[in-house]
């Protein structure tokens, strides 16, 4: 049996001889009164009022409650109109007396997905089997994502991959790179990353594939892109410009890093991360001014900052001044006595 790949074809054979809900007798459906309650439900049902359908239905089934085919009715409208609150359980039921029915499980699985229910969702995969999941395109992609959501990637790539061959989804395609990323396959996440924004360019995408470049140690792709995510931006972005200067300082191109780590600190002046970023930027080069500026700003945003101290213990140390230099090695030391090996092996190095 194949799957339908869309839930609304699919909920068009949710049962076997109710694609249309017709009117019932009293040879067929119980007592009168369940038969006139059914009989309004199929009304209702015939115009997609199926609020008011369902009304009818569950009278119908309050006075028949053995009568199956109105409990599959139920069901089925508690799906159509979208209260999958009822008609999750109402489903298992169905499921729990027809074991294996494909429908009822293809069901369960989007209506547990989007519920966020997602230990039921593989379950209910599960009892379906890979293969009738894999013929629904639909059915592959929430699958796939519920396995995303619990960080269980390798299994999330077995039903993302095969998809990915038959559409071109830029989400998909993002999904993928994300999972790659977090497996720590830098190379097939930029591939996907790629193909990502090949379908559908967004500016977020771009940037984190940047991220991912320099995570790799790819640092000149990773400016490239970086460049032009800002050159494609509307306004001043701090984190485009952090990120570039950061790239740049990993790649001890200090002065264009600088440039980068001046335009962010024009957009917010105050960012810690960033004045850190410029103590440490400024000592790298020896620009004493430089550093000994960056330093006071760092110490003023956070008194506490050992680094900060230790650096400016080397900065006098270095030059000459080491009674000073010791006085902040020691208060750095006092913040942070991880810090005193690295001072033992300076003066071992001199």
Known sequence: MKLLVTIAGLSMLMYTGSVKMNAASLDDAGSAEAVGYYNKAVQYKQ??????AIKQMDLAVSEDPANVQYKKEQADLNYLKRDFFKAIPQFEDLVAKEKGNKVYLASLIEMTFLMRQFDKT??????????????????????????????????????????????????????IAQCYMELDQYKKSVEFYEKALTVRYDKTWENELALVYTTAGMDAKAVDRFRNVIAKSNSSNYSNYFNLGNTFFGMNQLDSALVYFKKAQEVNPDSYELLTMLMHTYYKKKDIRGAQAAIDDVLKA?????????LLGKLYFDNGSKDKGEKYFEKAFQLDPSLRSLKVEKIVMQ
Not at 47 to 52: D, I, L, P, R, T
Not at 132 to 142: F, I, K
């Open 302 to 310: 956070n008194p506490d900052n050992a680094n900060a101290y230790y």
């Open 122 to 175: 593989i379950k209910y995969a599960d009892l379906l089997g890979k293969k009738d999941v894999s013929e629904s395109n639909d059915l592959s992609q929430w699958v796939g994502k519920t396995y995303y959501n619990q960080e269980r990637y390798t299994k999330a790539l077995e039903y993302f991959l095969p998809l990915s061959a038959k559409k071109q989804d830029a989400k998909l395609f993002y999904d």
């Open 47 to 52: 115009v997609k009022n199926y609020s008011e």
